[in-house]
């Protein structure tokens, strides 16, 4: 952006402790910092046996694990976590996981107003965002609330050992998504600028990385410093279409979070791309100086093995036409104006899977 334009930058106090190999010993300390004496510790199934850890280091101050998160917190799930919380006299939350989790823990704030500590085992960087989600009949609501910002996050990289390569990169892509839309929201700012790029430029460092060897604990904790970058970008800017065709797919037709954003992103971009040269050209520096930035990210994406196709995802191609008609229908910033034929354009191209179109206008200014 440049210095003729005006900006206001918000952000929320959060406190961020960067510990590798101790999360669980990190977190009893925040808790102590906090004054909270009695937390439910939250996750999903599959990232049980990590929470019991932190539980179990919690000692005294856990009222009890509930391991009941799924994706895009059900409002069924959230009723569950209120009544679990409240018959156990918890004076606070602990989530461990992925967004999934985190989210079931910002839904239990959000209703509560108890204070939230956040252990993240994935790059969604929900943990550095007052936005919650709830699904109710088939629609995913959203909103930004304060009291749902966790007080506290710990990073550790060893807890994203475990991760599958294919979610690794899904959720590193996912990360990506923010700090591209965070560029050309109406709310961009030159730190938000900052961090765009460095997120971004430090994700796709590590991927590749990551790719090679799983277990490289400095990317892990790389691809980490990335999620909390990009977090912070989605946390205080307004997001985009991409982010409201992900939304509508994952909350609607219940395709998965993170690979839908990895297939959607490079052509929600090449759609963009002509109104919002700025983020482009930040982009293009933070990927080595690409001419054709969605397509680097397609390209990116189909190195590492992810999916490319919404049809892979499993969206039937009857869904399209609906799930566009539903993305265009409710007004939100976008850098191009929202027309129901261009997020057609956009899904139907995402469905099919093929390099992004590159359009005119859209290669970045060199500066
Ligand atoms: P997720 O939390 O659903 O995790 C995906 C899968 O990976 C789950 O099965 C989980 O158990 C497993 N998993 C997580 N960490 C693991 C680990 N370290 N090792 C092995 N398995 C692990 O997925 P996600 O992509 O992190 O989060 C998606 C959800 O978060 C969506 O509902 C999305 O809407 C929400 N989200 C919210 C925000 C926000 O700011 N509110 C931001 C990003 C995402």
Request: aromatic share 4%; net charge negative.
């Amino acid at each position: 952006m440049t210095f003729q334009e005006e900006f206001t930058y918000e952000t929320r106090p959060v406190r961020v402790v960067f510990r590798p190999g101790a999360a669980v010993t990190a977190t009893p300390d925040e808790a102590a910092r906090l004054g909270l004496r009695r937390m439910l510790v939250v996750c999903g199934s599959r990232g049980e046996s990590v929470a019991r850890t932190v539980a179990d280091a919690l000692g005294d101050r856990c009222a009890g694990l509930h391991p009941e998160a799924r994706m895009h917190v059900p409002v069924e799930d959230a009723d569950r976590a209120v009544a679990a919380v409240r018959a156990a006299g918890a004076d606070g939350c602990v989530a461990v996981g992925g967004g999934s989790a985190i989210g079931l823990g910002k839904a239990i704030a959000l209703r509560t107003g108890l204070p939230l500590i956040a252990v993240p085992s994935t790059y969604s960087g929900s943990e550095m965002t007052p936005v919650w989600g709830l699904t109710e009949h088939g629609a995913k609501r959203t909103g930004r609330d304060p009291v749902v910002q966790p007080r506290s996050v710990v990073y550790d990289p060893r807890l994203t050992l475990s991760l599958p390569l294919s979610l690794t990169v899904t959720s590193g892509i996912n990360a990506l998504a923010h700090a591209v839309e965070a560029l050309y929201a109406p709310d961009v700012s030159p730190l938000v600028s900052v961090m765009a790029e460095e997120g971004v430029r430090a994700m796709t460092e590590a991927l590749p990385r990551l790719a090679a060897d799983p277990e490289d604990l400095d990317a892990r904790g790389r691809a980490l410093y990335a999620a909390w970058l990009c977090g912070a970008c989605l946390g205080t800017t307004t997001m985009g279409l991409h982010h409201k065709l992900c939304h509508v797919l994952g909350g609607t037709y219940g395709l998965p979070h993170a690979e839908t954003h990895t297939v959607v992103l490079p052509h929600a971009l090449a759609h963009n791309a002509p109104a919002a040269p700025q983020a482009l050209t930040v982009l293009s520096r933070a990927l080595g100086g690409t001419d054709d930035v969605p397509r680097a990210l397609w390209e990116l994406a189909g190195r590492l093995g992810a999916p490319r196709s919404l049809a892979e995802l499993g969206l039937a191609e009857a869904d399209v036409a609906p799930a566009a008609a539903r993305a265009a229908g409710e007004p939100y910033a976008n850098p191009r104006e929202v027309t129901a034929e261009g997020v057609r354009g956009v899904l139907l191209a995402a469905y099919e899977g093929g390099p992004p179109e590159h359009a005119e206008g859209s290669t970045p200014q060199r500066s």
